[in-house]
């Protein structure tokens, strides 16, 4: 038979963890809950997406920018929102700077990289100097569609790249 | 709603045909066609199907094939059909069709439908949870569904669009990809029904191994509830779309099998599987290839150590699993290097004491943190105490060996990561629970072994799972 302290304690075990099977389900309620609703609704798959408002932005983003071409994408990385973006744009060739990068950097990065496109994620915050000085060059037209961010289409041959000696 | 049906029967019949590759490669390997029961082949042969067709998709773009559905899986059916039709084939299929319409009927009593009843709730959840929303976990939406999405895209594995660690193995976005052909379109929620089937049969095999073991059905049913419903990690990997749920069962797969081998309990034709699932294991993770290695390791210090009848004979037998792991780091390695893709040097820069100290600190923090894993890692405990001698004067210490060592693996992985002092505890927050997720199966297997012990104590009981495994008796 088994010893008392082997007993006590692989019971003790056993009830430990049918309360935090218990947990689980108090855990794991809201995420039941969101898939029952959404099953009642009909509301899943990819119309699940539409309720951030980043991806019909993104989508009308897609049917402008063609597939071999390249873009710089201003935002932090840490938001999260931009590995998003890079999916939903994906094959499309990503460029992640962040919002406060230097004017100099920004052209340098979009005429080396043969970039044809500037999206900056989140309109309401206030404009970097590289974003700043985009806005306000020739270089970059702003594409007109209705989001939470900005997008320009760059021409390269506007950027007046070249060395100063 | 048709299109919705008709979408799943192209899922369900895509998963089909990566089971069927399967299949044919453990008729192939096992000779003795009763050696495995159908649930065991079932869950070997959809790991062997997986590192199969996903290696010739990486052998396809490597001779500049393009991906389609028919240059994917025509030459892999073709063969796989013939296997079957060969003898060994016809007596693995024999043997599984004789085992199914005899051995069918389950018999549950009281506890077993409850801790039934709790799997299947689980597996509905995820099942639910996986193919009705789409990608959104980080990992999944920066590397391996971005991953899976631009390898359907460009029919290759094309990674000069995407900076998405490149150097990455790509078993799961290939398996993906390979799903996406299937539905003809990128579907990234239902292509992660793969998830919570790898779960499956990942459960699958460890109720078989407890069997093995020479655990009663309801102890094996009861450890491998223990296993799924502790702590919230394995749950969330069967609908998050990442790579660590494939490497555990793989995991599983090779050092289970390993396990039984040492036992002299494992069915013939065990190595050739172990190597394949060591294969998978260096295929679909950066992890991967060490962890693979540390299961060679283990067997071997364990073989050296216990002394048993042939066991020069048998430290050479594992010899075989080396080529299993070249075959899953080779291919890929020599890929990268012909691509010249920048081979990610992370861990072997520097050394840094204080992290070394703080990372024991979170290691053990998190092995009881009941959030994570529940109470397993506890339980794991108190089986190494019940184990008492047997732990190193028997086969169980391979299971020790590669648990111990692959901990201590972690502990060093953290001290040589080039981390910033502020981001340190952070990086190990997103890090920590899927380092133990992959080798967590194997240490249920040693709960599994300390239930037996006081199964045993308790005295007799009437219900074998399965028929008596080798000894597990001090040498």
């Known amino acids: ?165 | 709603m048709i299109e919705s049906a008709a979408a799943l029967l192209r899922l369900l019949l895509g998963l089909g045909a990566v089971f069927f590759i399967g299949y044919a490669l453990m008729a192939l390997a096992a000779p003795d066609p009763r050696g495995f029961n159908p649930a065991e082949r079932t869950a070997l042969s959809f790991g062997a199907g997986a590192v199969t067709v996903t290696l010739w998709m990486l052998a396809l773009t490597w001779w500049g094939v393009l991906f389609s559905l028919g240059l994917i899986l025509g030459p892999l059916l073709v063969p796989a059909a013939l296997l079957l039709l060969s003898s060994r084939g016809q007596a693995a299929l024999t043997a599984d069709w004789r085992a199914l319409s005899s051995g069918c009927q389950v018999r549950l009593r009281d506890w077993d439908w409850l801790l039934a009843g709790l799997l299947a709730a689980l597996f509905l959840f995820a099942a639910l949870r996986a193919t009705l929303y789409p990608i959104w976990a980080w990992d999944a939406l920066a590397t391996w569904g971005l991953k899976a999405k631009v390898f359907y895209i460009s029919r290759g594995v094309d990674l000069t669009s995407i900076d998405a660690h490149n150097y990455y193995p790509n078993l799961v976005p290939l398996l993906l990809s390979y799903l996406y052909f299937c539905l003809g379109q990128v579907n990234d929620h239902l292509a992660k029904l793969v998830f919570p089937l790898w779960g499956a049969l990942l459960l699958t095999l460890l109720y078989s191994w407890a069997g093995r073991l020479g655990l009663t059905r309801r102890q094996a049913l009861g450890l491998t509830a223990f296993f799924a419903l502790n702590g919230t990690v394995f749950i969330v990997h069967l609908y998050i779309a990442y790579a660590d749920l494939a490497l555990a069962y793989f995991t599983l797969g090779a050092a289970g099998l390993i396990y039984l081998w040492l036992q002299d309990a494992a069915p013939r034709g065990s190595l050739p599987i172990v190597a394949c699932f060591l294969a998978g294991m260096a295929w679909c993770k950066y992890e991967g290839p060490p962890l693979a290695a540390t299961v060679i390791l283990a067997a071997a210090l364990t073989l050296i150590w216990l002394h048993p009848p042939r066991w020069a004979t048998r430290l050479g037998q594992l010899a075989v699993l080396l080529t299993g792991l070249a075959a899953g780091y080779l291919p890929w390695r020599l890929f990268a290097i012909r691509q010249n893709l920048e081979i990610g040097q992370d861990h072997i820069q520097s050394f840094y004491p204080h992290q070394l100290l703080d990372a024991i600190a979170y290691l053990l923090q998190a092995l009881v943190y009941p959030y994570y894993f529940g109470f397993l890692w506890p339980a794991l405990l108190l089986a190494l105490i019940l184990s008492g001698r047997r732990l190193w004067r028997s086969p169980r210490l391979f299971l020790a060996l590669f648990i111990g060592g692959n901990l201590l693996a972690v502990i060093l992985a953290y001290a040589v990561a080039p981390t910033a002092a502020q981001e340190f505890p952070s990086y190990v927050r997103a890090t920590l629970d899927r380092l133990l997720l992959h080798i967590t199966p194997v240490a249920a297997l040693l709960v599994g072994l300390g239930i037996k012990e006081l199964g045993a104590e308790s005295g007799p009981h009437p219900d074998p799972a399965f028929p008596p495994a080798g000894p597990d008796a001090p040498r």
């Open chain 1, 1 to 165: 038979m088994l010893s008392n302290w082997k007993y006590f304690l692989s019971r003790t075990l056993l009830l430990l963890w049918g309360l935090q099977i218990i947990w689980l389900f108090w855990h794991f309620g809201p995420e039941m809950r969101d898939l029952g609703r959404r099953l009642a609704a009909g509301d899943v798959g990819s119309a699940i997406r539409q309720e951030e408002p980043l991806y019909p932005w993104v989508q009308s983003l897609a049917a402008i920018i063609p597939e071999q071409a390249t873009y710089v994408f201003l935002d932090d990385y840490e938001a999260g929102k931009e590995i998003e973006a890079r999916y939903f744009l994906s094959p499309r060739r990503h460029i992640l700077l962040p919002p406060q990068v230097p004017a100099d950097f920004l052209f340098y990065v979009l005429h080396q990289q043969k970039a044809s496109f500037l999206i900056i994620r989140d309109r309401q915050r206030p404009l970097g100097p590289g974003a700043q000085a985009a806005r306000s060059s020739p270089a970059f037209r702003p594409l007109d569609l209705p989001g939470p961010g900005l997008a320009f289409r760059v021409d390269p041959g506007l950027l007046g790249w070249g060395f100063y000696d």
